[in-house]
């Protein structure tokens, strides 16, 4: 019984180390300690360009996922896509600066010296069945800006693999987990500036 507490135990730990590796901050270029002193930043958000799931780009996903729900029930669908776009703005974006400001003890400012640019790379969105689950992960670029000037990148960082789901797994709603994902992103950041 001990010889197999002691497994288990061992690969807790391992799956901790893996996934704490997998979401760390690099530093592509630039100054990475930048906001080190400062009290307030803006940060924005982009999600041009960006692949989800298995999909190139997620104009193809949203497509497809439309075309899938509006095929079972007429119009679950198109309400399906205008969920899936105000869940950015609604959901991920409030998350990741929740956890970014209590973590960093930075307040959010329009008018701030410098702007966080959050570029989302990929979603995986991840799917809970009951008794089959995947988390949802998230691959970004951040770039710190000048305010005054945008096209003045002062730091490029990378942040992958970032998993989103619940500790208890009732995360059923694709939009719960990527927004958890998203509250990683944002800890994990400010814990890296500050």
């Known amino acids: 019984m001990k010889a197999i507490f002691s497994g288990v135990a061992t690969l807790a730990l391992m799956l901790v180390t893996i996934g704490t590796n997998a979401q760390k901050v690099k530093t592509v270029s630039g100054n990475d300690e930048i906001l080190k002193n400062e009290t307030s930043v803006n940060i924005e958000f982009v999600y041009d360009g960006m692949s989800v799931g298995k999909y190139d780009t997620e104009k193809e996903y949203i497509t497809e996922k439309t075309k899938e729900y ?6 679950k669908g198109d309400n399906w896509a205008q969920s899936w776009q105000s869940s950015k703005a609604n959901r991920y974006e409030p998350k990741f600066i929740q956890l970014f400001t209590e973590h960093s003890k930075m307040t959010i400012d329009k008018n701030a010296k410098y702007t966080i640019i959050f570029k989302t ?3 995986e969105p991840g799917y809970n ?3 089959s689950r995947k988390n949802a992960q998230i691959d970004a670029e951040i770039w710190i800006v000048e305010t005054a000037n945008k096209s003045n990148k002062l730091a490029v960082m990378t942040i992958d693999n970032v998993p989103g789901g619940t500790a208890f797994g009732y995360d059923f709603d ?3 987990r990527i927004s958890e994902g998203y509250a ?3 800890k994990k950041l400010a814990k890296t500036i500050k």
């Open 70 to 75: 509006n095929s079972k029930e007429a119009g």
């Open 121 to 123: 790379r990929s979603i």
């Open 129 to 131: 069945i009951g008794i």
């Open 174 to 176: 694709t939009g719960q």
């Open 184 to 186: 990683n992103a944002g």
